[in-house]
């Protein structure tokens, strides 16, 4: 036979198991194994120009690795990031780093955003890019009209009629 309980003993177990939780937090198997204070391991693709904006951005966190295909800012950038791997390809990177990183600044010429935000994504590591990798949804390839000029009637045509003979 089973124990009787009433609904005053369920609520008090259930707020001592809940109590019980919100004081010792979760733990599980797939619990991130960092506090939520800790610093986060950025890799930069990209440290000239606007690269390099996006990496001074985050230089309170672990600069793990950097690449550029320009030697000039990728010395200054290991200069001032001494800890950081250096790496002229970012595909390269990305493949030896990707246990180490957790973000990815991409500071590329626009037809490399995407492929090097995917890249990254695909190898769990969220990259924070200037440039958008896709076109924002409903948006097509065509140029839009420009408004209708002002005092015309929408939808007019600035034609002339054709008669009808």
């Not at 036979?1 to 733990?27: H, Y």
């Not at 800012?73 to 250096?86: E, G, Q, S, T």
Request: hydrophobic content about 30%.
């Amino acid at each position: 036979m089973g124990v009787k309980s009433n609904r005053r003993e369920f609520l008090q177990t259930g707020a001592v198991v809940g109590a019980g939780f919100w004081v010792t937090g979760r733990q599980s198997a797939w619990a991130q194994e960092k506090g939520p204070n800790a610093k986060l391991n950025v890799a930069s693709i990209g440290v000239g120009g606007r690269g390099r904006a996006s990496l001074d951005a985050c230089k309170n966190e672990n600069i793990v690795a950097v690449c550029d295909i320009d030697d000039n800012p990728l010395d200054k950038a290991c200069k001032d990031f001494p800890k950081a791997k250096r790496y002229n390809d970012y595909r390269k990177m990305i493949e030896e780093c990707q246990k180490e990183i957790d973000a990815v600044t991409v500071g590329t010429p626009d037809h490399h955003h995407a492929p090097a935000a995917v890249r990254a994504r695909r190898r769990r590591a969220e990259p924070d890019q200037d440039q958008p990798s896709r076109p924002p949804s409903g948006a097509s390839g065509r140029r839009r009209r420009p408004p209708a000029a002002i005092g015309r009637r929408r939808g007019a045509s600035s034609r002339p009629r054709r008669s009808a003979s």
